[in-house]
């Protein structure tokens, strides 16, 4: 009884091991003769390298762009008053986190000015009239003159950084002259320099106190004891991965091009007199595209941690367990489209216009965070908007395996459905 146990087992291993060696020996084929086609590098590596360089630049370049550059908004300042008021309500425009002061001489006329606005040189100009700071040291109220597009939303936002600060100084001024009256009537001995010299000290000290109030609202975001303070964005990190995942289709055109020719060179039907199996022929498909599209992957996520600071190795686990599902839906998809086309010419149409649909609608050109609510929606039932969320869940956001579980489950769903639907189509013939 042993003896016979013992034979079982041998006749067993050797049926699996002889399994395994056919699936090995057809993959390796299959590796083979897409890799010996130039083009197949070209598809899955350099182009998306290029395509992740100019799109990262295009949406700001390394780091998001220059961390320390001025975003504010512009607007011109003309100040025909050269007064002592109107050099604090420059200071006050200058300390604005909206907008940022730009001088323009006197001479510049409102018509030129007008014109710059007009033509989005400038998004608006405030132009101080002559004694400007006479009249409002006397009490009196002046008009300002700002030419800027009230209908848009950096002209609005112009608009109220400008009033703003107008108000601070104005409030500022009455501050100062109330302050001054109270201290002349009880120091009735002062002279006018000495009231001149109290009034400028108060004024300095009002204006100051604008920017440290008695009173601020702070907010705080909920999070991990570890969180750090927040790296300027790298524009790279939406680019790399939406290339990534739309140029793993393109690749799939060689992979599914050698199902196709052959079936129709008879191969695969002369494979079925040999002792591999019909389950073995497709697994070994399958995984030839599955080892394709995962080496793929580790050299372009290899790349962008590399030379363009993307943070895939920030959470090294999740970012394998997003790899493995989108390489299983794409390489699902490969076997579908090799199943289904007939021509070579075929597998690049089923091939490329998927993958214009879905990158387009998953988000791999354009981040779904600037799309309306409802594309959104429309987006999240294609895979690729799975596979954006779950990488930048990782690069962009910083969060862990937890993150990508959801997306990565949707990921395999897709796979499913295309392996099972390929499965079912597929013809030796």
Same mark, same amino acid.
């Given at each position: 009884?042993?003896?016979?146990?013992?034979?079982?087992?041998?006749?067993?291993?050797?049926?699996?091991?002889?399994?395994?060696?056919?699936?090995?020996?057809?993959?390796?084929?299959?590796?083979?003769?897409?890799?010996?086609?130039?083009?197949?590098?070209?598809?899955?590596?350099?182009?998306?390298?290029?395509?992740?360089?100019?799109?990262?630049?295009?949406?700001?370049?390394?780091?998001?762009?220059?961390?320390?550059?001025?975003?504010?908004?512009?607007?011109?300042?003309?100040?025909?008053?050269?007064?002592?008021?109107?050099?604090?309500?420059?200071?006050?425009? #200058?300390?604005?986190?909206?907008?940022?002061?730009?001088?323009?001489?006197?001479?510049?006329?409102?018509?030129?000015?007008?014109?710059?606005? &007009?033509? &989005?040189?400038?998004?608006?100009?405030?132009?101080?009239?002559?004694?400007?700071?006479?009249?409002?040291?006397?009490?009196?109220?002046?008009?300002?003159?700002?030419?800027?597009?009230?209908?848009?939303? +950096?002209?609005?936002?112009?608009?109220?950084?400008?009033?703003?600060?107008?108000?601070?100084?104005?409030?500022?001024?009455?501050?100062?002259?109330?302050?001054?009256?109270?201290?002349?009537?009880?120091?009735?001995?002062?002279?006018?320099?000495?009231?001149?010299?109290?009034?400028?000290?108060?004024?300095?000290?009002?204006?100051?106190?604008? &920017?440290?109030?008695?009173?601020?609202?702070?907010?705080?975001?909920?999070?991990?004891?570890?969180?750090?303070?927040?790296?300027?964005?790298?524009?790279?990190?939406?680019?790399?991965?939406?290339?990534?995942?739309?140029?793993?289709?393109?690749?799939?055109?060689?992979?599914?091009?050698?199902?196709?020719?052959?079936?129709?060179?008879?191969? @695969?039907?002369?494979?079925?007199?040999?002792?591999?199996?019909?389950?073995?022929?497709?697994?070994?498909?399958?995984?030839?595209?599955?080892?394709?599209?995962?080496?793929?992957?580790?050299?372009?996520?290899?790349?962008?941690? +590399?030379?363009?600071?993307?943070?895939?190795?920030?959470?090294?686990?999740?970012?394998?367990?997003?790899?493995?599902?989108?390489? @299983?839906?794409?390489?699902?998809?490969?076997?579908?489209?090799?199943?289904?086309?007939?021509?070579?010419?075929?597998?690049?149409?089923?091939?490329?216009?998927?993958?214009?649909?879905?990158?387009?609608?998953?988000?791999?050109?354009?981040?779904?965070?600037?799309?309306?609510? +409802?594309?959104?929606?429309?987006?999240?039932?294609?895979?690729?908007?799975?596979?954006? &969320?779950?990488?930048?869940?990782?690069?962009?956001?910083?969060?862990?395996? #937890?993150?990508?579980?959801?997306?990565?489950?949707?990921?395999?769903?897709?796979?499913?459905?295309?392996?099972? @639907?390929?499965?079912?189509?597929?013809?030796?013939?």
């Amino acid at each position: 009884m042993k003896i016979t146990h013992h034979v079982f087992t041998l006749h067993i291993s050797r049926f699996i091991k002889e399994n395994i060696m056919h699936i090995i020996d057809l993959v390796l084929k299959d590796l083979l003769q897409i890799f010996r086609d130039w083009k197949a590098a070209f598809f899955l590596v350099v182009m998306p390298i290029l395509f992740t360089i100019v799109f990262g630049y295009a949406f700001g370049g390394m780091g998001g762009g220059d961390k320390d550059a001025d975003t504010r908004i512009p607007i011109g300042f003309s100040d025909h008053d050269n007064g002592q008021l109107s050099q604090v309500l420059f200071d006050l425009l #200058e300390a604005s986190d909206a907008i940022r002061p730009v001088t323009f001489d006197a001479e510049t006329t409102s018509d030129d000015l007008e014109k710059m606005v &007009d033509e &989005d040189e400038i998004t608006a100009v405030l132009i101080v009239p002559a004694n400007y700071s006479d009249a409002l040291l006397g009490g009196e109220t002046i008009k300002l003159t700002t030419i800027l597009k009230s209908d848009t939303a +950096a002209g609005t936002t112009a608009q109220n950084g400008i009033q703003a600060a107008v108000n601070r100084l104005t409030s500022s001024v009455d501050a100062a002259n109330f302050s001054t009256q109270v201290y002349v009537q009880q120091n009735p001995q002062v002279d006018q320099s000495a009231s001149q010299e109290f009034f400028d000290e108060v004024l300095n000290q009002a204006v100051a106190a604008w &920017d440290n109030p008695p009173l601020t609202l702070v907010t705080s975001q909920t999070g991990s004891d570890d969180d750090t303070e927040e790296e300027p964005l790298n524009a790279f990190a939406h680019s790399s991965s939406g290339m990534m995942v739309q140029f793993a289709i393109a690749g799939l055109i060689g992979a599914a091009e050698v199902l196709v020719l052959e079936r129709k060179s008879g191969s @695969l039907q002369r494979l079925l007199t040999t002792a591999i199996s019909r389950t073995e022929i497709l697994i070994g498909h399958f995984l030839a595209m599955f080892m394709m599209i995962f080496i793929q992957f580790a050299i372009l996520i290899g790349f962008a941690q +590399a030379f363009l600071q993307v943070e895939y190795f920030r959470a090294p686990l999740a970012t394998l367990l997003v790899t493995v599902a989108a390489t @299983l839906f794409v390489a699902s998809m490969g076997l579908l489209i090799g199943t289904l086309a007939k021509t070579p010419d075929q597998v690049v149409v089923f091939a490329l216009i998927p993958m214009f649909i879905l990158s387009g609608l998953g988000g791999a050109w354009v981040p779904l965070e600037f799309t309306s609510p +409802a594309f959104q929606t429309v987006a999240h039932f294609t895979p690729l908007a799975w596979a954006m &969320d779950g990488f930048k869940n990782i690069i962009v956001r910083g969060m862990g395996v #937890e993150s990508v579980l959801i997306p990565s489950g949707v990921l395999l769903g897709f796979a499913a459905a295309c392996f099972g @639907l390929a499965v079912w189509k597929f013809k030796f013939e």
